[in-house]
């Protein structure tokens, strides 16, 4: 699963896959030919940011996941579940299209340097 999140990452970050957002606000998804995944966060009562990262079958039903895990510190995944679900959150939310309209509201010639 490790190895899945770190390719789901280059692939984001490179644009070659497109995540989507779902009903629940901290969830996305990517759907492939035969099976998806989703990434979702939340916040435990310790207040430390957790990221699970779910592996579904063609079915819809979860076939494995992982998760963020703080125990005796933080799991050596957790970084790397979090920096996939800040991309899959960018990617659904297509906030690089959002700065750049909003830059060309603001201004259409551009920054001046």
């Known amino acids: 699963m490790r190895e899945l999140a770190t390719s789901l990452l280059y692939s984001t970050r490179s644009g070659h896959i497109k995540w989507v957002s779902t009903d629940k606000e901290d969830t996305f998804i990517y ?3 035969r099976a998806s995944v989703t ?4 916040t435990d ?8 990262m ?8 979860v076939a494995e996941v992982l998760s963020s895990q703080w125990g005796n510190g933080p799991a050596p ?3 790397d579940l979090a920096q996939l679900y800040e991309a899959a959150r960018h990617s659904a939310f297509d906030i690089d299209s959002l700065i750049n309209s909003l830059m060309s ?3 259409p010639d ?3 340097f």
């Open 54 to 61: 779910g592996l579904l079958d063609n079915h819809g039903a």
């Open 77 to 79: 995944w957790n970084a």
């Open 39 to 42: 990434v979702t966060s939340w």
């Open 105 to 107: 509201d603001i201004d």
């Open 45 to 52: 009562s310790d207040g430390d940011l957790n990221i699970a």
């Open 31 to 33: 759907s492939g030919t």
């Open 110 to 112: 551009g920054p001046p």
